[in-house]
Every structure is written in C-alpha cells, then in structure tokens.
C-alpha cells in the first residue's frame, strides 16, 4: 500500500477544517481538486474515507483514523524544518502575519525593514484579520503569528496551545473636535458630549464600556466604528469625541483633532500570539523567533516618536 503524503496533507486539512470547500481555501486549490486528491487517496488505501451519504462531508472512521496519522506527518515535517534551518547560514522562509491597521503602518513595516537589511531570505506575509477569525486562522495555522489587541482592564485568559508575548502598552487619549467650546475638565463631562464609539468587540470599545460604569453615565453613541481612521475624521468634523490608542494618533495631522489632557482612561496590550508546537524539541521556531525579536525592537522605538508628539506618559 503507497500512500502519498501530499494526499495526507490534504485529508488533513478537511479533517481540521471540516469540510472540502474551507480545505481548499487554505490549501489554495479548487474544491474540484481536493475532491480528486481525496479520491486517489480512499484508491491507495482501498477503504472509504469520507462518508459522503451527508449533505455535509464527514470522514468515517477509517479517514480519522488516517487523518491522526496525517497530523503526525506534519508534526514531524514540521520539526525536520526546524532542525534543517540550524544548518542554514541564514534564516530563511515565510512568515504568515495577522494584524490590523495600527500596528501594520507603526510596527510592522519598520519591522519589515529591518528583516529586509539583516535576514532578507525571511519573507513576511502580512495579512489584515484582526479579533475571532485571526485567532480561529492562527489555531488552523493558515497564519504563523498574530498580533492581538485587549483592553488592560480585561483579564488575560490563559490559551491553550497558544504562547503570548507582551509588545506593547498602549495608553489610550480622548480626542475632541478642535473646535469644541468648553472642553471636558473631569471624566464626568464626558457624560454630555456625543460619542464615537469602538465596536464592543474592540479594545476601545470596551474601554468606553468600563469607564462610562466606572463614573456613572451612560454614553451617548453617535456613530460605532470600527476603524480608527474613519472615528478620527469624524470627531474632527465635529461628530462626537472619542477614545484612540496613542499609536492612531501618529496618523493625525497637527491641530486635526484636541487631545484632552484627561489621563485616566486606560490603556490596551498589543500581544504576540503564536502555536506552541507539539515538537520534540519544544523550542520556537527560530524564524518566528526573529521576526518577533524585529518587532519588539520596533514597538521599543515607538516611546520616543511618542513622547515628542504628545509628551510623556504620566508615570514619567
């Protein structure tokens, strides 16, 4: 019996997925193609593999069975990788990056850059997902890390098969309209002004959520929006005031926006999230590695551009 481990691959991929069509997404082929591959196979093993008397496509217990051992094939290619890589004299490869807008302008393209000058047989892959579907395509490994945000006033929930590395505390401002008459001295006059709120999924949105029970007011939601570009126009029009990450105000120009000098608002972490592998080595992939190394070193640099556009932060 000759089984074709690029067929695996494919069962694989079905069988964490769970259905053809989303196999064939990750695997950048035609459903037509993964039908055909599945097929081969359930040839090569002379046993039905995929039980398809269903409307939806399940595997029987033979195809679970080999799927099992299919995982275990890419766990062990996964490892050959990484052990083949010590005897390269540069790292080289792709690395699959989730993350939003923020943080792709003011962390990954410097990062980008300085990869490009030291290790440019790495290749990011930038791909902009962000919240549930980024973390659901880390775990399905169509992405190799990801950049999370999350309100500090949150607790942190441990992920299992997931490692987090801290990059970032990003405080958040409040920003006015420039040309807003009687601007908020207290948090509590906040309570009558408008609002543009973050989505409720959202770090700033859940920021709003905590500091308006904290003080006792309900706010008044004008407009939610999810992108910080769009919420930042519309308070300088004059739509309502809003809670930013300091990192979306380097894309403010000068006098666009107010930004209070209310410091008690809160502030997100900016994580790294990667696999932990299942390897018999237990260690990081060390192209991963080097890629978080370059973006740490790019979120340090940012509290310099930071502290001359809008002062230090009140621990300093």
């Known amino acids: 019996m000759d089984i074709d481990p690029r067929r695996l691959r494919v069962l694989h991929e079905v069988a964490r997925r769970g259905g053809v069509i989303r196999a064939a997404e990750a695997l950048h082929l035609t459903p037509s193609a993964v039908s055909q591959q599945l097929a081969q196979l359930e040839r090569e093993v002379g046993l039905a593999l995929i039980d398809r008397s269903q409307r939806s496509v399940s595997l029987t217990p033979a195809g679970r069975v080999l799927a099992g051992y299919a995982e275990r094939v890419e766990e062990e290619l996964t490892e050959a990788r990484r052990e083949l890589t010590r005897f390269t004299e540069r790292l080289a490869g792709p690395v699959r990056i989730a993350a939003f807008p923020t943080v792709i302008r003011h962390v990954l393209?410097?990062?980008?850059?300085?990869?490009?000058?030291?290790?440019?047989?790495?290749?990011?892959?930038?791909?902009?997902?962000?919240?549930?579907?980024?973390?659901?395509?880390?775990?399905?490994?169509?992405?190799?890390?990801?950049?999370?945000?999350?309100?500090?006033?949150?607790?942190?929930?441990?992920?299992?098969?997931?490692?987090?590395?801290?990059?970032?505390?990003?405080?958040?401002?409040?920003?006015?309209?420039?040309?807003?008459?009687?601007?908020?001295?207290?948090?509590?006059?906040?309570?009558?002004?408008?609002?543009?709120?973050?989505?409720?999924?959202?770090?700033?949105?859940?920021?709003?959520e905590r500091l308006a029970g904290l003080h006792g007011f309900e706010p008044r939601k004008s407009h939610v929006i999810s992108d910080f570009e769009s919420a930042l126009a519309l308070v300088a029009a004059g739509h309502g005031v809003a809670i930013v990450p300091t990192l979306a105000l380097l894309d403010?120009?000068?006098?666009?926006?107010?930004?209070?000098?209310?410091?008690?608002?809160?502030?997100r972490r900016l994580d790294a999230v990667t696999r932990v592998g299942r390897t018999r080595s237990g260690e990081p992939d060390p192209v991963q590695a080097v890629v978080i190394r370059a973006i740490e070193e790019a979120t340090a640099a940012l509290e310099s551009t930071l502290r001359v556009r809008l002062g230090p932060s009140p621990q300093e």
């Open 109 to 208: 393209v410097p990062a980008i850059r300085e990869l490009a000058a030291c290790h440019p047989k790495i290749v990011p892959v930038i791909h902009e997902v962000y919240g549930q579907p980024a973390l659901r395509e880390l775990r399905l490994g169509s992405v190799d890390l990801l950049i999370t945000e999350q309100d500090m006033g949150l607790p942190t929930l441990p992920q299992p098969s997931l490692s987090t590395r801290l990059l970032y505390v990003d405080e958040y401002r409040i920003v006015l309209p420039p040309d807003l008459p009687d601007p908020p001295r207290t948090v509590a006059d906040l309570a009558r002004l408008p609002w543009v709120a973050g989505e409720p999924t959202q770090a700033t949105g859940q920021a709003l």
């Open 252 to 267: 403010v120009p000068a006098g666009e926006v107010r930004v209070s000098e209310l410091r008690e608002v809160g502030e």
